[in-house]
């Protein structure tokens, strides 16, 4: 699979690198019971957080890592490439970022009343991916076409910057070996996080995504609607990773276990936990839209503060 799969999520920081330096005291086993989480989890993920912020930026504030609090927050990071327009294509970056050895990829999310207005029609489409972009992907995978085809805007591109980045140096054997990312050696981890993501694809496509993603959060923000949609009706499911933040004064938030095996209607949406997305916000009428921007431990994701 490659790196770029995350993309198609709506905020999304995606780091490749060596899997210690993020540590997660217990997502090496999907929990199999809600697990309460620690203050210090939370903290965990701040510069995700930042990174996925910072992506609300213009590119030339991106290259120059000169973005105000999002980029201050994680000095010494280099940009290599940055892009987009913020409503057409939305702003994207890429590069090193030696504190923890890694390469970062982070896009900027959906405006979320945009977002809604096309994650709760009815009408929505979904479609296999193109087999240049994903050639691993199994039959029977597809994907809300809205997200794959914004996806592929900028799927090349990106794609070709972190081949080049994770590239061993010239001087070392196996170089340009490294044709995609399942031929990569193991000490290259990747790992995922969003914030506020919608359902994405189907149960083919999930369950591959759980398979190669083995670290991978997807953070809710209390009564966030966005995760909720598509519905799972239209055949719509959510990777494994759940965090939800239930309150965000007291920093209380919990991993949800989610239904393994998939199956349909209960994949990987813990539909037995209280403080779990789906029985917090059970439809769309019971959510907070203003939720899906955060706070975040204390960030706010999509409010434009780039100076
Ligand atoms: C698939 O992606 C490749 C690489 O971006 C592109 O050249 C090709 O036109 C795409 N095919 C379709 C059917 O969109």
Redesign the pocket.
Same mark, same amino acid.
């Given at each position: 699979m490659l790196p770029t799969t995350f993309v198609i999520f709506t905020a999304v920081a995606a780091v490749l690198g060596a899997p210690t330096s993020f540590s997660w005291h217990q997502s090496r086993v999907a929990p199999t019971t809600l697990t309460t989480l620690t203050t210090a989890d939370l903290d965990a993920l701040d510069s995700f957080t930042q990174f996925a912020r910072a992506a609300y930026c213009p590119a030339d504030k991106l290259m120059a890592w000169d973005c105000g609090e999002a980029c201050d927050a994680n000095p010494d990071f280099q940009a290599t490439l940055a892009g987009g327009m913020g409503n057409a294509v939305q702003f994207f970056f890429v590069g090193y970022y030696p504190k923890s050895n890694s390469v970062i990829v982070s896009h900027q999310g959906t405006d979320p009343l945009a977002l809604l207005s096309v994650l709760t029609d009815l009408n929505v489409l979904k479609g296999p991916l193109?087999?240049?972009?994903f050639s691993n992907m199994p039959d029977g995978s597809e994907v809300h076409t809205g997200f794959r085809d914004e996806h *592929?805007i900028t *799927?090349?591109e990106i794609q070709n910057e972190v081949k080049r980045l994770i590239a061993p140096p010239k001087s070392r054997p196996l170089g340009g070996a490294l044709a995609e990312l399942e031929a990569l050696p193991a000490e290259v981890g990747v790992n995922a996080v969003t914030y506020g993501n919608p359902r994405v694809g189907n149960a083919d496509f999930v369950s591959f995504f759980d398979s190669q993603v083995t670290d991978f959060k997807r953070v809710n923000n209390r009564d966030d609607l966005v995760p909720i949609v598509p519905p799972r009706f239209l055949g719509f499911v959510h990777p494994k990773g759940e965090i939800h933040i239930v309150d965000d004064d007291s920093n209380e938030l919990v991993a949800c276990p989610g239904s393994y095996p998939l199956r349909l209607f209960s994949c990987n949406d813990d539909a037995t936990d209280d403080k779990c997305q789906i029985k917090t916000v059970p439809t769309i009428l019971s959510g907070n839209i203003l939720n899906h921007l955060g706070p975040y431990n204390g960030i706010h994701i999509g409010s434009i503060f780039c100076t």
């Amino acid at each position: 699979m490659l790196p770029t799969t995350f993309v198609i999520f709506t905020a999304v920081a995606a780091v490749l690198g060596a899997p210690t330096s993020f540590s997660w005291h217990q997502s090496r086993v999907a929990p199999t019971t809600l697990t309460t989480l620690t203050t210090a989890d939370l903290d965990a993920l701040d510069s995700f957080t930042q990174f996925a912020r910072a992506a609300y930026c213009p590119a030339d504030k991106l290259m120059a890592w000169d973005c105000g609090e999002a980029c201050d927050a994680n000095p010494d990071f280099q940009a290599t490439l940055a892009g987009g327009m913020g409503n057409a294509v939305q702003f994207f970056f890429v590069g090193y970022y030696p504190k923890s050895n890694s390469v970062i990829v982070s896009h900027q999310g959906t405006d979320p009343l945009a977002l809604l207005s096309v994650l709760t029609d009815l009408n929505v489409l979904k479609g296999p991916l193109n087999s240049t972009l994903f050639s691993n992907m199994p039959d029977g995978s597809e994907v809300h076409t809205g997200f794959r085809d914004e996806h *592929a805007i900028t *799927a090349q591109e990106i794609q070709n910057e972190v081949k080049r980045l994770i590239a061993p140096p010239k001087s070392r054997p196996l170089g340009g070996a490294l044709a995609e990312l399942e031929a990569l050696p193991a000490e290259v981890g990747v790992n995922a996080v969003t914030y506020g993501n919608p359902r994405v694809g189907n149960a083919d496509f999930v369950s591959f995504f759980d398979s190669q993603v083995t670290d991978f959060k997807r953070v809710n923000n209390r009564d966030d609607l966005v995760p909720i949609v598509p519905p799972r009706f239209l055949g719509f499911v959510h990777p494994k990773g759940e965090i939800h933040i239930v309150d965000d004064d007291s920093n209380e938030l919990v991993a949800c276990p989610g239904s393994y095996p998939l199956r349909l209607f209960s994949c990987n949406d813990d539909a037995t936990d209280d403080k779990c997305q789906i029985k917090t916000v059970p439809t769309i009428l019971s959510g907070n839209i203003l939720n899906h921007l955060g706070p975040y431990n204390g960030i706010h994701i999509g409010s434009i503060f780039c100076t």
